[in-house]
């Protein structure tokens, strides 16, 4: 049976909804809730420090990249939890202008979709009764979505709570609890979002923090009792079919960005995955069917990378006769070139000709449609498949011909189509679902 669930989401990005997450998904388990968590949207990072804090898998949930059939079959797996809790991206209305493959790819859609009510999260510094206006519109904005309760996040003092709970009263909308503003909780980040969970030493000590503030101002138990039973969205998708039989996977700092429901995916079809370090100089084992190199930071170890003579001669051997495919920052690993933030060039596996420039930079975020000009492992060519790109570096050559053709959520088109040459493919956008 599927738990209830809740959603945790916000009024927009930096409120502190993360904070409350990573704090409600500890304390639960402090009391020996088990709890299974979801992010809602296509982040790749926060995941890793749902796993941190409950101790759980965490997956993706995205409306628009994802047709309800497979969220449904994610979803299933938090059968044999206690309670299910996911974390909303940005603001809670906040997604696309133009429907995907099930909505726009709001936490609000999500909350449509399962029943799972909200708990909206309200930063009140520089404001104190508006609150409650703030919370009335949100929660009044869609009749299929459930704002069962606000948590105030960045009260000053006991004056600026009692004013804040007044607002919340006067709009007749429930609080449940007020959060202090406490130095030393933000969570440390950099260009692509909060610095990975593999990276933070003193991590269990700042989400044990973050579980004792929680504790201290929120009734726990009332926030359980929010939880409403799950509609399981049904339909047709399926998970997207492993790349080969024996997958040899990227795996560390500079290679961690991949859609977790991707791995649960191909391990259920029957692949097996072998893991790998680019940056320990290991090479993809030579009994591999396939190599796939995830996006990640290559940026930041990238003379590291170009000096790993083990790793790039396995990769280069492998892709003589096998198939390999690389994600944004594995992408650039396959590509000649790739210029670090100082302006030195370094030389990549130059099985692509790329050439890319983390020096230049400039932001490419958002969802993708792409129509496969040619098959990459596990897909044939023709195939549609919606995705998301999210990186800072400037292409400063793609020569080789066009792996798709590749259009945003608005229909525009993408200049990054991704490459092919021989064996060897890449794109700028991380894969989430094909396109039945």
Known sequence: MIPDGLIVSATGSGTGKTTLTLGLLRAFRRAGVVVRPF???????????????S????????????????MGQIIATAQGADLVIAEGAMGLFDGVAAIGATARGTAADLSALTGWPVVLV???????????????????????????GVVVNRVASPRHEAMVREGLAAAAV???????????????????????????????????????????????????????????????GRPVPPPGQRIALAQDQAFSFLYPHLVTG?????AEI????????????????????????????AGRLAA???????????????????????????????????????????????????AARKMHLGYRLATLAAPIPGLAAGQKLRGHEFHFSTILAQPDLPLAEVVDAAGASVVETGSRRGYVSGTFFHLISEVA
């Open 266 to 270: 191909w391990r259920a079809a029957g």
């Open 39 to 53: 992010k809602a949207g296509p982040d790749y990072i926060d995941p890793g420090f749902h796993h941190a804090a």
């Open 55 to 70: 101790g759980m898998a965490s997956a993706n949930l995205d409306s628009w990249a994802m047709p309800t059939g497979l």
């Open 274 to 301: 072998m893991p790998f370090s680019p940056l320990a100089d290991e090479a993809p084992d030579p009994s591999a069917d396939c190599v796939w190199l995830p996006g990640g930071y290559p940026e930041l170890h």
């Open 174 to 236: 429930p609080c449940l609890g007020c959060l202090p503003r406490v130095r030393g909780l933000e969570m440390p980040s950099r260009h692509l979002g909060l610095v990975q969970a593999s990276e933070r030493p003193e991590l269990e000590t700042q989400i044990d923090a973050m579980a004792d503030l929680v504790t201290a101002h929120l009734d726990l138990a009332q926030i359980r009792e929010l939880a409403a039973p799950t509609q399981c969205p049904a339909g047709a």
């Open 122 to 148: 309200i930063d009140a510094s520089g404001q104190a009764q508006s609150v409650g206006a703030v919370a009335l519109g949100f929660a009044r904005l869609r009749a299929d979505v459930r704002v069962a």
């Open 308 to 358: 790993n003579g083990r790793f790039l001669a396995g990769l280069t051997a492998l892709a003589g006769t096998r198939p390999v495919h690389g994600e944004c920052g594995g992408y650039m690993v396959l590509g000649q070139g790739l210029v670090d933030k100082d302006g030195h060039r370094h030389q990549m596996a130059g099985l692509l000709g790329l050439e890319t420039s983390y």
